[in-house]
């Protein structure tokens, strides 16, 4: 397995704002097809999602709290859902918290979440429809 970071999901309160601020204002190139409650955005090596802050949280598995949650979620994006059973695991022995079992998930993908050490929300996920691609 070769680590890298394969996406960044920001929780945003106003899907049509930011995607505008991410399309026009810095540039970012928006995956197709589009669809109307999240996007993705191609950048070299990974991806940015925007997804609505307070789904973002149910899918984590986490209270929404405004003060509390902040939105922002990393992804890392393996080959098959025993790939991510297996690092799932692995970072719960090395001491992340555990807020969703890997599972298969409304979008037709695998994928469960965990708190690092700090807090810091993870999904480890295996996306069936696409490919990130990464750079050695």
């Not at 399309?23 to 996007?39: V, W």
């Not at 191609?42 to 149910?58: D, P, R």
């Not at 690092?116 to 993870?122: E, I, Q, S, T």
Request: proline share 5%; aromatic share 14%; no cysteine.
């Amino acid at each position: 397995m070769k680590p890298y970071m394969s996406m960044i999901t920001l929780g945003v309160s106003d899907m049509a704002k930011s995607i505008a601020f991410y399309q026009k204002g810095l540039g970012f190139p928006r995956l197709e097809p589009y669809e109307e409650n999240i996007a993705f955005f191609t950048l070299n090596g990974t991806w940015l999602a925007l997804y609505e802050k307070k789904a973002l949280a149910e899918d984590a598995n986490v209270a929404f709290d405004e003060s509390t949650f902040h939105g922002v979620t990393l992804a890392h994006m393996l080959g098959s859902e025993a790939e991510v059973d297996a690092l799932f695991q692995e970072a719960i022995k090395a001491g992340a918290t555990p807020t969703k079992q890997p599972q298969k998930v409304f979008w037709g993908g695998y994928s469960g979440y965990f708190k690092d050490p700090d807090g810091h929300l993870w999904e480890i996920a295996h996306n069936p429809f696409f490919t990130i691609e990464t750079h050695a």
